[in-house]
């Protein structure tokens, strides 16, 4: 039963990734140039993709798995965060949700997950690194330059 639910969730954090790396291959150089948005895009290219596909009013928004999947019996949803400012350059990608395991509630009113095992820090992370696809070519980087 556990492992059903937890091939659902690995199933649903890769799909979302293999959206969110379609939408930065379509974010070409072209588009970013056609919408003047050079200067945003190579001052800080993870801001720059995040606002992109990860903020709702982007062009090539990607909803998070817990938007357009199913929520998991008894359990949450799967989260997703970024983070903008590692040193890597990289957007980085954090999908968080309650691991596989039984909810049991406390005498006081709180509830308490437990894996089949009792551990009880139970949250999981997924944790994706998406570097920029336009950023080698379009902000100097690569091979092209562009004149602004």
């Known amino acids: 039963m556990h492992q059903h639910e937890r091939t659902t969730i690995e199933a649903d954090i890769n799909n979302n990734i293999q959206l969110l790396q379609h939408a930065d291959s379509?974010?070409?150089?072209?588009?970013?140039l056609a919408d003047n948005e050079l200067e945003a895009a190579c001052e800080d290219?993870?801001?720059?993709?995040?606002?992109?596909?990860?903020n709702s009013g982007g062009a090539f928004y990607v909803e998070p798995p817990s938007s357009t999947g199913r929520k998991r019996a008894n359990?949450?949803?799967?989260?997703?965060?970024?983070?903008t400012n590692?040193?890597?350059?990289n957007l980085i990608i954090v999908y968080s949700f309650e691991g596989p395991g039984v909810k049991k509630e406390l005498k006081n009113g709180s509830t308490k997950l437990l894996h089949d095992t009792e551990l009880q820090n139970a949250t999981e992370q997924r944790i994706f690194e998406l570097s920029p696809q336009f950023q080698a070519e379009l902000c100097g980087l690569g091979n092209m330059t562009h004149e602004k």
């Open 26 to 32: 379509q974010l070409t150089d072209k588009k970013i």
């Open 45 to 54: 290219p993870a801001k720059y993709l995040n606002s992109q596909i990860i």
């Open 75 to 83: 359990r949450g949803l799967i989260k997703r965060s970024t983070i």
């Open 86 to 89: 590692d040193k890597s350059g």
